[in-house]
Antibody
């Protein structure tokens, strides 16, 4: 069974750094793109960026370029999303999701709530 | 970038009603469009892929149609458990993808 299990909720202050994780299992980690999706309160999902573990190919949405870093550790089948300096506007739920070759997003993490407040 | 719109933004219907949600793209997507259901506090769940194919395990009252720039998600007989927000998602330029703004469905 394919599973994506994300790290727990975080409460941070503006300017702080953060790295959240997405531990995968049940499939060959290197063979699928892993995307990160933001969902702000009451809004639809937004594609932030995506990572291909085989060659570390990384693509970012222009809206998030320079604001986030996506990476992975292939030895533990885990993907990461990190910020060097959080803003209050980063408050949202963040999902990792596996992208199938046909464009389907069949497997999602449970989401990580990030709250940024002074 | 391809822009996605959905209509209506919300609707309220009675149990057993036929419900139709539309999704429009700013460019030709062929059939590179999926539909998702999201319930409060949960991740989106894939319902329909490639515009008209039912994902395994999804009830047959859900169906999708369309191609090009205009797509439709239909619930043939609305059930209380279908209360959710529905999103279309285009994947014309993999590995990038974008979602529509969503349609919230409630029961009268």
């Amino acid at each position: 069974e394919v599973q994506l299990v994300q790290s727990g909720a975080e409460v941070k202050k503006p300017g702080e750094s953060l790295k959240i994780s997405c531990k995968t299992s049940g499939y060959t980690f290197r063979s699928y793109w892993i995307a990160w999706v933001r969902q702000m309160p009451g809004k639809g999902p937004e594609w932030m960026g995506i990572f291909y573990p085989t060659d570390s190919d990384t693509r970012y949405s222009p809206s998030f370029q320079g604001q986030i870093t996506i990476s992975a550790d292939n030895s533990i089948d885990t993907a990461y999303l990190q910020w060097s300096s959080l803003r209050a506007s980063d408050t949202a739920i963040y999902y990792c999701v596996r992208l199938n070759a046909t464009g389907r997003l069949s497997n999602w993490g449970q989401g990580t709530l990030v709250t940024v407040s002074s | 970038d391809i822009q996605m719109t959905q209509s209506p933004s919300s609707l309220s219907a009675s149990t057993g009603d036929r419900v139709t949600i539309t999704c429009q793209a700013s460019e030709d997507l062929l059939d590179y469009l999926n539909w998702y259901q999201q319930k409060p506090g949960k991740a989106p769940k894939l319902l329909i892929y490639d515009a008209s194919n039912l994902e395994a395990g999804v009830p047959s009252r859900f169906s999708g149609s369309g191609s090009g720039t205009d797509f439709t998600l239909t619930i043939s007989a609305l059930q209380p458990e279908d209360v959710a927000t529905y999103y279309c998602q285009q994947y014309d330029n993999l590995p990038r993808f974008t979602f529509g703004p969503g349609t919230k469905v409630d029961i009268k």
